[in-house]
């Protein structure tokens, strides 16, 4: 395993306590002096508007609850700090018996990050509401449906697809997504 590349890796937390967790740590990085080792530190949370009163309360929806997101450097010296940190319980991907763990796929990871708003990569698409399109990948692949909403900043689509005998609204990352002409 390579210990000289930045990966994304999933650090599992107490369910709440993600982003005490990630203070906790972005404090370790500095008290410890790994920073030239551990990069960003990402609690997967998206704005969720709720009506209370009938007044509309903007309210954060953690999108993975007991996980964070850890683009790190694999050394010896980062995953100690990362691991004995309070409130993290371990990694997503390490079997245990002190087994460093694997890393995210880059696609997954950025497909989290376009989610919340922080992804690099913005996909250019030929694509407006109303166009019909085929899904590419995922469960629907194969499906065609008209695109009923865009999100750019998450870069997903609401597609309506039939399903069952019904229209049917699904959520569609642009990548997954080509117009049919």
């Known amino acids: 395993m390579s210990e000289s590349k930045r990966e994304w890796y ?19 990085v500095e008290t410890m002096g790994i920073s030239d080792y551990l990069f960003r530190i990402v609690v997967a949370e998206e704005a969720e508007i709720e009506f209370k009163n ?18 790190m450097i694999m050394t010896d010296d980062a995953w100690y700090v990362v691991r004995n940190t309070p409130g993290v319980t371990g990694f997503i991907g390490s079997s245990g018996g002190g087994a460093k763990p694997f890393p995210v796929a880059q696609e997954e990871i950025d497909s989290i990050l376009r989610r919340i708003g922080q992804g690099e ?25 008209t695109v009923d909403a865009m999100n750019d900043q998450s870069q997903i689509a609401t597609v309506l697809t039939i399903l069952f005998g019904r229209e049917t609204p699904t959520d569609i990352g642009y990548n997954d997504l080509e117009k049919v002409l």
């Open 10 to 28: 999933v650090v599992n937390t107490y369910a709440g306590h993600e982003n005490k967790v990630k203070d906790n740590l972005l404090r370790r």
């Open 54 to 71: 009938g007044k509309p309360i903007e309210k954060m929806r953690n999108l993975f609850p007991g996980y964070l997101f850890v683009e």
């Open 121 to 145: 990569r913005k996909v250019n698409v030929d694509f407006t509401i109303g166009d019909s399109v085929k899904i590419l990948s995922g469960p629907f692949a194969g499906m065609e449906g």
